[in-house]
């Protein structure tokens, strides 16, 4: 035998296949679409680390957590919907008015602390619910009807809460659960960054492992094939919006552990900042294409942008900028991905 | 009528369907008969109504007016799901695949595999493993072996390759009828000589199959019989044998009378 293998595909198609090292790098991110976010994470860490040593401080590392535990655990309900091709304006406004009902229900109408989350959680998840009516039933496309809900809602949380901010002695503790800390050696997280790490696992779960997760792909990849290849299209569109309402009700419960009062004006960036981190994490705002945890890794690296660059003594306002910048590199290389050939 | 025709049932038949848009005919009393065994091929000129009768046939149109029957028995499809679980099934002109998912979760579309046991009854987990396993035998048992992973995404495929997987989902779950809407108006020659193979392997594994195209030398290359469309209505049955290309082509346009001859069995 001769040290040279006979190669068994013809020499043409060998040339046909050969790549370039930019379409190797091409391929594997498209075939990993949680790489490039995790990559930027890393190297952002690194810089910061680098221009601030107190970065990598194990109670700093704990602040970047808390701080996107409410973003992080709204871009799940936002990630689900941008896999449909649907988009969700309303996000904050719903968890804000969630929060103020989980609260004032028990502040103002003496309900018991369980009965309470209860009621939020099902007041979240139909307003949810009534997005998916309103794009399904009414066929509006999902950016006008979650516009005119954002209005709806941010002005039942006014009426709601009269505008006043409700305080932590009225709320009972079961609500504020989720800002209990939770000490890892030298580390310091809530229960509510653990339930929002949770919430990444279980749909994590949900989007790989079940036929509803892979239809959701299906819809939002083609709603016309998905139709002619007997996925309930409808159907798979309802319930995103009602589950994505119910992510909404958990994070206004995370919300409420985070602030420790419920106030009918906090969280006014969530609906960006959410789409922020579902669009830096590598998920396709055409639907069809994405991973939830690139999700989790897009608001971290908003997080850890901010944070870093607050230590290192840059204004507040370049912070923003950069997010900016941030958000159009993360479309454009989404853009260059899609554009993959066999 | 002579015996043989009244000793066979057709698999699927239309009677007097009927179908139309607004002041537009799509259907204007419409026959149509497939038998066990055989490729019948559907041409007729653009708005003859093929379209509207195959999407009568699979269930993703109802009719207004007219019968269809499946071994002889009335049914009554409201949906493409009634007529798949009659088992008929149809790979559309656009596919109807899902570019992002793999060869196997598109096979499988709609139709996934549940794990055993607790995991598949209340976690709902899908057993990746026996839905990739089925799907490689299935295109294996096509005769295609050109596609390199059945986790590769369908967008990452060829022409020919991507009708290969909707033809093999067709095939999959199709057990009596087999309906493909313009395979080969995509592909190149080789490609749309591979798609022919498909299906005499098809009627070879005794499915009977339904092409509609436009592309005669296709046409006369496999099917058994030709029904032509004109105007809503059937208006000649040939076979490749007793009627030439260019007189089906004359028949479809109007310019040759085709209810003058007999309705080919």
């Given amino acids: 035998m001769s040290a040279i293998q ?6 043409a198609e060998q040339f046909l296949h050969r790549r370039t090292p930019v379409q190797r790098i091409h391929h594997v991110l498209h075939a990993y679409p949680a790489l490039s976010p995790l990559v930027v994470l890393i190297l952002a860490s690194l810089l910061f680390g680098f221009l601030n040593p107190r970065f990598f401080d194990p109670k700093n590392l704990s602040l970047i957590f808390q701080q996107v535990a409410v973003v992080g655990a709204l871009a799940v309900g936002q990630t689900i919907i941008i896999l449909t091709a649907g988009i969700d304006l309303s996000i ?45 039933r009414l066929r509006l496309p999902p950016f006008i009807v979650t516009l005119g809900t954002l209005n709806i809602f941010l002005a039942l949380t006014l009426l709601y809460s009269s505008g006043q901010t409700i305080q932590e002695s009225d709320i009972p503790s079961l ?26 696992a279980v749909f994590t779960y949900i989007l790989r492992n079940t036929a509803w997760g892979r239809h959701v792909y299906a819809v939002g990849d083609d709603a016309e094939a998905a139709r002619l290849a007997g996925i309930p299209v409808t159907r798979i569109l309802l319930t995103t919006y009602l589950t994505a309402g119910f992510v909404y009700a958990l994070s206004a419960w995370i919300l409420i552990g985070r602030v420790g009062a419920a106030s009918p004006n906090s969280s006014a960036d969530a609906n960006l900042d959410s789409i922020t981190a579902v669009v830096i994490g590598g998920t396709s ?22 944070n870093g660059l ?22 454009a290389v989404d853009q260059w991905i899609r554009r993959v050939r066999a | 009528m002579n015996e043989t025709a009244e000793a066979r049932t057709p698999v699927i038949q239309g009677i007097g369907l009927v179908k139309t848009f607004g002041s537009v005919v799509g259907l204007d009393g419409a026959d149509f008969e497939l038998y066990p065994g055989e490729v019948l091929a559907v041409i007729g000129d653009n708005g003859a109504g093929k379209s509207t009768l195959i999407k009568c046939l699979s269930g993703a149109m109802v009719p207004d007016a007219g019968e269809i029957r499946v071994d002889g028995e009335t049914v009554a499809f409201k949906r493409i799901g009634d007529a798949r679980a009659a088992g008929i099934e149809t790979v559309y002109q656009s596919l109807a695949v899902a570019p992002a998912l793999d060869i196997a979760a598109n096979i499988f579309l709609g139709r996934e595999i549940r794990r055993p046991g607790v995991l598949g009854s209340v976690f709902r987990m899908l057993d990746h493993g026996a839905m990739q396993r089925q799907a490689r035998e299935q295109l294996q048992a096509l ?30 779950f199709g057990s009596k009828v087999i309906i493909l809407d313009e395979p080969t108006a995509a592909l190149g020659v080789r490609e749309s000589g591979q798609v022919l193979k498909l299906i005499r392997d098809l009627r070879d594994r005794g499915l009977p199959v339904i092409l509609i195209s436009h592309n005669m030398p296709h046409v006369f290359e496999v099917a058994d019989r030709i029904h032509i469309q004109r105007l809503g209505r059937r208006v000649a049955v040939v076979t490749p044998a007793s009627t030439s290309p260019s007189d089906a082509v004359a028949i479809m346009t109007g310019a040759l009378d085709g209810s003058v001859l007999p309705i080919a069995r």
């Fill in chain 1, 6 to 11: 006979a190669p068994n595909v013809d020499p």
């Fill in chain 2, 143 to 172: 005769g295609i072996g050109t596609i390199q992973s059945i986790t590769q995404a369908v967008e990452t495929l060829s022409g020919g390759q991507r009708q290969a997987v909707a033809v093999a989902r067709a095939a999959a």
């Fill in chain 1, 175 to 200: 609500l504020l659960w989720t800002g209990e800390p939770i000490t890892f050696a030298s580390f310091k997280i809530t229960t509510g960054v653990l339930l929002m790490l949770g919430m990444y």
């Fill in chain 1, 92 to 136: 904050g406004a719903i968890m804000v008015f969630t929060s103020i009902v989980m609260a004032a229900s028990a502040s103002k109408f003496g309900l018991p602390g369980p009965a309470a989350l209860g009621l939020g959680f099902i007041v979240g998840t139909l307003a949810g619910g009534l997005n998916g009516v309103l794009v399904t």
């Fill in chain 1, 285 to 306: 705002l055409f639907g069809g294409r994405g991973i939830i945890i690139g999700s989790l890794l897009g608001a971290l690296i908003v997080g850890v942008f901010r």
């Fill in chain 1, 310 to 331: 607050a230590l290192a003594g840059v204004d507040v306002l370049y912070q923003t900028l950069v997010v900016g910048v941030l958000v159009i590199a993360a479309v």
